[in-house]
């Protein structure tokens, strides 16, 4: 009875045991499968990675050298700047000693001009408002009104100096005078070193103008405002009241 019991019992046991084998089975086919899926996912976030540290480097990279650039332009055009400046400085310490002759020659002049206080009047007048503008100018070099006002006030004084240069030629005493002869002298060789110093002074604005004008700079000037600079030409009155010759 027992045997007959236990044999009634065996199917069951087979059955149970197979279900817990095919249990087994599927449970190491889905780990399989999650082991798969994690070793294809571990390389495609892997790459991700490497991509994004890549962009980041490239873009690290990128900054920098726009960096440097903006750094190395916005000192190249301090640089431009301070130079003209400076050259300007070389026009201003002439124009002054200039300023301090014309009264000395004006004075000497009165003695032999007496007929003449007009012209000399004019001379002192025109000196006194380059002066004026000449000041102007130094407290900011390249600026467009205080150069523009400074190039017609020189233009106006170079005129009246030209003017009472002739009308001395009339009085041979007040030319053979040696004060006279000496403050003449001293003034042409000032003369001669404004010329200079005006020309490198315009060289330089000229530099400086150009690279702030060309592109990147311009977009570094434009941003920090690195303003145009204005150059410092003054007509010759020897050019410009030149006599009109015709062979008519």
Same mark, same amino acid.
Do not use: W
């Given at each position: 009875?027992?045997?007959?019991?236990?044999? &009634?019992?065996? %199917?069951? =046991?087979?059955?149970?045991?197979?279900?817990?084998? @095919?249990?087994?089975?599927?449970?190491?086919?889905?780990?399989?499968?999650?082991?798969?899926?994690?070793?294809?996912?571990?390389?495609?976030?892997?790459?991700?990675?490497?991509?994004?540290? =890549? =962009? #980041?480097?490239?873009?690290?990279?990128?900054?920098?050298? @726009?960096?440097?650039?903006?750094?190395?332009?916005?000192?190249?055009?301090?640089? +431009?700047?301070?130079?003209?400046?400076?050259?300007?400085?070389?026009?201003?310490?002439?124009?002054?000693?200039?300023?301090? +002759?014309? %009264?000395?020659?004006?004075?000497?002049? !009165?003695?032999?001009?007496?007929?003449?206080?007009?012209?000399?009047?004019?001379?002192?007048?025109?000196?006194?408002?380059?002066?004026?503008?000449?000041?102007?100018?130094?407290?900011?070099?390249?600026?467009?009104?205080?150069? !523009?006002?400074?190039?017609?006030?020189?233009?106006?004084?170079?005129?009246?100096?030209?003017?009472?240069?002739?009308?001395?030629?009339?009085? %041979?005493? +007040? !030319?053979?005078? &040696?004060?006279?002869? &000496?403050?003449?002298?001293?003034?042409?060789?000032?003369?001669?070193?404004?010329? #200079?110093?005006?020309?490198?002074? *315009?060289?330089?604005?000229?530099?400086?103008?150009?690279?702030?004008?060309?592109?990147?700079?311009?977009?570094?000037? *434009?941003?920090?405002?690195?303003?145009?600079?204005?150059? #410092?030409?003054?007509?010759?009155?020897?050019?410009?009241?030149?006599?009109?010759?015709?062979?008519?």
């Amino acid at each position: 009875m027992a045997v007959c019991e236990h044999f &009634q019992f065996f %199917p069951e =046991i087979i059955i149970a045991r197979t279900r817990d084998s @095919v249990k087994l089975s599927v449970n190491l086919n889905e780990r399989k499968i999650m082991m798969t899926g994690i070793m294809l996912a571990e390389p495609a976030t892997l790459a991700l990675g490497a991509i994004a540290l =890549i =962009i #980041f480097g490239v873009l690290v990279i990128v900054a920098i050298i @726009v960096g440097v650039m903006i750094i190395g332009i916005y000192n190249k055009l301090v640089t +431009l700047r301070n130079r003209y400046k400076n050259a300007y400085a070389q026009i201003d310490v002439q124009l002054k000693r200039r300023y301090d +002759l014309i %009264p000395n020659l004006v004075e000497t002049a !009165k003695g032999y001009m007496k007929h003449e206080s007009g012209t000399l009047e004019a001379v002192t007048a025109a000196r006194n408002i380059a002066y004026a503008a000449a000041k102007a100018a130094a407290s900011n070099p390249g600026d467009a009104t205080a150069m !523009k006002n400074l190039t017609a006030a020189e233009s106006g004084l170079g005129g009246t100096l030209s003017r009472l240069m002739m009308v001395s030629e009339a009085y %041979p005493d +007040l !030319k053979s005078n &040696q004060n006279m002869m &000496q403050l003449t002298e001293e003034l042409t060789s000032t003369e001669n070193k404004i010329s #200079f110093a005006r020309q490198a002074y *315009n060289d330089s604005v000229m530099a400086y103008n150009t690279d702030r004008e060309v592109f990147p700079s311009n977009l570094i000037a *434009n941003t920090f405002n690195f303003g145009p600079a204005e150059l #410092f030409v003054v007509d010759k009155p020897e050019q410009k009241d030149a006599p009109k010759v015709s062979f008519s």
